[in-house]
């Protein structure tokens, strides 16, 4: 079955960047989302990429797909406290249902 | 884009009774989703909830505890049966119109006492 990993917890200072990684299992994979989560609030879609790109940029996010190595990441320029949340990478396959790894808690230290 | 709206937004409920959540999409989608987020947890996929059909239940979950309805191309609901305190989770209905589309709704947090 699909399996997503991420690690548990990062830590990082205002204005530095932070790279979140994700790994997963399954190479049908069609779409990878990164979501964000702010404590008591539910989920915002940050971004996707299609699983036949290798990079995706929107404003302060990157994405890069490594699709070989199956590993995703997201990289977040100049983190602000703003940015203090759990993110969680997600993987689809066509129409189907979305797995979540098992988010990353990120602190934003001032 | 959709937006989802959930009702209730949240509920204390006591062992043993039952609670009906339910979610509105405001446009006609194609595969309607519901997940459970336990405390400190990520989130689990319960079933798929097909229009006309018997909702497809992911291993684990059990159609008697959690049944589900899905009239139309808009509106699902999810039941938590027979409740027990390891049931208080966070229970979120998603919604899909396209192949890259995965909206999702505010959940309904749920606490059984």
């Known amino acids: 079955g699909e399996d997503v990993e991420q690690s548990l917890f990062l830590s990082v200072r205002e204005g530095d960047s932070s790279v979140i990684n994700c790994t997963y299992t399954?190479?049908?994979?069609?779409?990878l989302y990164w979501y964000k989560q702010e404590p008591g609030a539910g989920l915002q879609l940050l971004t996707y990429?299609?699983?036949?790109?290798d990079m995706k940029q929107d404003q302060r996010l990157t994405v890069l797909l490594n699709k070989k190595d199956k590993h995703l990441s997201l990289r977040i320029a100049d983190t602000q406290t703003g940015d203090s949340a759990i993110y969680f990478c997600a993987e689809k396959e066509g129409y189907q249902k979305v797995t979540f790894g098992t988010g990353t808690k990120l602190q934003v230290i001032p | 884009s959709a937006v989802i709206s959930q009702k209730p937004s949240r509920d204390i409920c006591q062992r043993g009774t039952s609670l009906t959540i339910q979610c509105q999409v405001d446009?006609?989608?194609?595969?309607m989703f519901w997940y459970r987020q336990q405390p400190g947890q990520s989130l689990t996929l319960i079933a798929t909830?097909?229009?006309?059909?018997?909702?497809?239940?992911e291993s684990g979950f059990v159609i008697d505890k959690f049944p589900i309805s899905r009239p139309n191309l808009t509106f699902s609901t999810l039941t938590v049966s027979n409740m027990s305190p390891e049931d208080s989770s966070i229970y979120l209905c998603?919604?899909?119109?396209?192949?890259?589309?995965?909206?999702f709704g505010p959940g309904t947090r749920l606490t059984v006492t």
């Open positions: 909830a097909n229009q006309g059909s018997e909702a497809t239940y």
């Open positions: 990429i299609f699983s036949n790109m």
């Open positions: 399954d190479s049908s994979s069609t779409y």
């Open positions: 998603s919604a899909s119109g396209g192949a890259y589309e995965q909206y």
């Open positions: 446009s006609q989608v194609t595969m």
